[in-house]
């Protein structure tokens, strides 16, 4: 059975940095594409950034572009969501997420495993 487990949430001040990590377990974690998502109280999840299989195609959402970068490290089973130049609305729980397409995917509905989420709190 394929588990995601993300580590790396916690506290920070606005202008700080954090990495998030998310291992897999179980699976053939090389041939999946994966992303990130978020979801803040109260407030759908939505999409943050995603990379394709291989690591050579990424998307970021608006609100992160320039800021974030999201990396996949085969040798390791664990994908990475560097967050730069953090804001107070950052804050949410982050969510890892695993799919069997190829390029990256965007939408919440492409993804069939998931992670159970860490928090990130930016305080201003």
């Known amino acids: 059975q394929v588990q995601l487990v993300e580590s790396g949430g916690g506290s920070v001040q606005a202008g700080d940095s954090l990495t998030l990590s998310c291992e897999v377990n179980?699976?053939?974690?090389?041939?999946?594409?994966m992303g990130w998502f978020r979801q803040a109280p109260g407030k759908e999840r939505l999409f943050v950034a995603a990379?394709?299989?291989?690591?050579?195609?990424?998307f970021f959402a608006d609100s992160v572009k320039g800021r974030f970068t999201i990396s996949k490290d085969n040798a390791k089973n664990t994908m990475y969501l560097q967050m730069n130049s953090l804001k107070p609305e950052d804050t949410a729980v982050y969510f890892c997420?695993?799919?069997?397409?190829?390029?990256?995917?965007?939408?919440?509905?492409?993804?069939?495993?998931w992670g159970q989420g860490t928090q990130v709190t930016v305080s201003s």
């Open positions: 997420a695993a799919t069997q397409h190829q390029g990256w995917a965007s939408r919440i509905s492409e993804y069939g495993l």
């Open positions: 179980g699976g053939r974690f090389s041939s999946l594409a």
């Open positions: 990379i394709s299989w291989n690591g050579g195609s990424t």
